[in-house]
């Protein structure tokens, strides 16, 4: 069996995968869309947010994987970039009262749960309260069997990896696994688990059938 065939069969049962998912999350009151690429999530999360949109966004690698960040910054959008600003902290507040907040998943389960960790907790506090739409961009790598494992992954594969990325002290930095540290670099010091949404309109999660993000 050549690797052609071999990624054909991962690709169709991710696309599997990903219909369990997105019925989990309409049973929670939250959207969820397919996209076979890169390309298509772009169409899609640009279908759901209209020109002229005060966008924020934490940081969302997924976002610049698919060429989301890109083209809100250079398009028709009210887009605030905290990192091209003076004042970071306001541009982060300022996503409380945003029309649209960009963001991922840490990890997601099959029946639609998303676990988001955070360090300063700007990100999972809009995504808690404040923005009126939520639109996530999640690659199938995410996709974890149940709650347990989905936080297992977010403090034992994106945390690290995160860790490493910003070039931090902590545990995991160094060994690659969660050491349940209080390091003064951690970056695992807040968690939110969405299990459900309030309003039907709010939430938008895009599965992509690719490996994206940490």
Do not use: W
Not at 23 to 33: D, E, I, P
Not at 56 to 70: E, K, P, T, V, Y
Not at 97 to 122: C, H, K, P, Q, R
């Amino acid at each position: 069996m050549n690797e052609e065939t071999i990624r054909a069969f991962e690709f169709k049962r991710n696309e599997m995968r990903a219909q369990k998912v997105i019925k989990g999350l309409k049973s929670r009151k939250m959207n969820g869309y397919y996209a076979a690429n890169r390309e298509e999530a772009l169409k899609i999360a640009l279908e759901l947010i209209p020109e002229g949109s005060e966008v924020n966004m934490g940081g969302c690698m997924s976002a610049h994987q698919i060429g989301l960040f890109d083209t809100l910054k250079n398009g028709p959008y009210n887009f605030v970039d905290r990192d091209d600003t003076d004042d970071r902290r306001a541009a982060m507040l300022a996503a409380f009262d945003a029309d649209v907040f960009l963001a991922s998943a840490n990890a997601i389960t099959e029946d639609g749960i998303m676990v988001n960790i955070d360090g300063a907790a700007n990100r999972i506090a809009a995504l808690a309260f404040g923005p009126r739409k939520l639109v996530h961009i999640v690659g199938m790598n995410k996709v974890c069997a149940d709650v347990h494992d989905a936080i297992k992954r977010a403090r034992n594969v994106a945390a690290p990896i995160n860790a490493q990325r910003f070039g931090l002290s902590t545990p995991c930095s160094k060994t690659g696994a969660c050491g349940d540290c209080k390091s003064e670099d951690c970056i695992c010091c807040q968690m939110l688990i969405t299990r459900f949404a309030m309003d039907p309109d709010r939430v938008h999660v895009i599965l992509v059938n690719e490996d994206l993000g940490f």
